[in-house]
């Protein structure tokens, strides 16, 4: 696989990923983040450490328990951390390895992580087994989590499964089945069905479904965008 930089000019292809034991890159179980001035990627079986912009390399210690699970990735309170099933990993330093710091009942796998701006917690959304086409019936949840203890500090139940979270101007957008709605603080308020996504991982609104410039969210339904804002006066 190959990693793309942009320089503010153009975008250039400055890194080449494999070499060395392969890694699985795929919608939904891929994910990536800056830390600690380097970039890391997810993939199925392990976490990948971007150096410079022609070193490709493993991160110490990052393989993966689950193989077959998401992977997602988020920087929180200055540290970085990784869903692996029911685990959440957490890595303090650059190239450090990452260690378990939150254990969840072995049916709760988790699927996407953000960050809550009205508490300032992590959010965290589980599924009770390997769901990557949402397809499945089954208990799905949202999760507060302080990023240090033992157990979240609250969770609700909520209706589908949680595929992305996207925080912007105060509200955290969320995508889930084919749904897009927001977090209201104890679930989700719907705010549309997406017309053109069906459940096919390559659909789902996960987190790279998801962007926004200036005031105005966008999001990919199918092969449309949606754009939220302020109509123009």
Do not use: C
Not at 57 to 79: K, M, R, S, W
Not at 107 to 136: C, E, H, Y
């Amino acid at each position: 696989k190959k990693f793309y930089d942009f320089n503010g000019t153009k975008i250039s292809n400055v890194a080449y990923a494999e070499g060395g034991t392969a890694s699985t890159y795929a919608k939904g179980f891929t994910d990536i983040i800056s830390f600690a001035g380097e970039a890391y990627v997810t993939t199925k079986e392990r976490v990948k450490r971007w150096v410079s912009p022609g070193t490709i390399t493993y991160l110490t210690g990052g393989t993966f328990t689950n193989t077959n699970l998401q992977h997602p990735a988020i920087v929180f309170e200055n540290n970085a951390f990784y869903g692996d099933g029911n685990l959440l990993r957490r890595q303090t330093a650059a190239n450090g390895a990452p260690t378990t710091i939150l254990t969840l009942a072995s049916d709760q796998v988790i699927i996407a992580l953000g960050i809550d701006p009205g508490t300032g917690k992590m959010l965290i959304s589980t599924t009770f087994a390997l769901n990557i086409s949402a397809a499945r019936p089954g208990i799905h949840k949202v999760l507060w989590y302080d990023g240090f203890s033992d157990k979240p500090l609250k969770s609700a139940i909520v209706d589908e499964m949680i595929t992305a979270f996207y925080s912007h101007e105060g509200i955290v957008y969320v995508g889930y089945g084919q749904n897009l709605g927001y977090l209201n603080g104890s679930g989700i308020t719907f705010l549309r069905k997406l017309a053109n996504v069906t459940l096919a991982v390559e659909d789902l609104p996960y987190k790279h479904n998801f962007a926004h410039i200036g005031k105005i969210l966008f999001i990919v339904d199918g092969s449309d965008v949606l754009a939220y804002g302020e109509v123009v006066k």
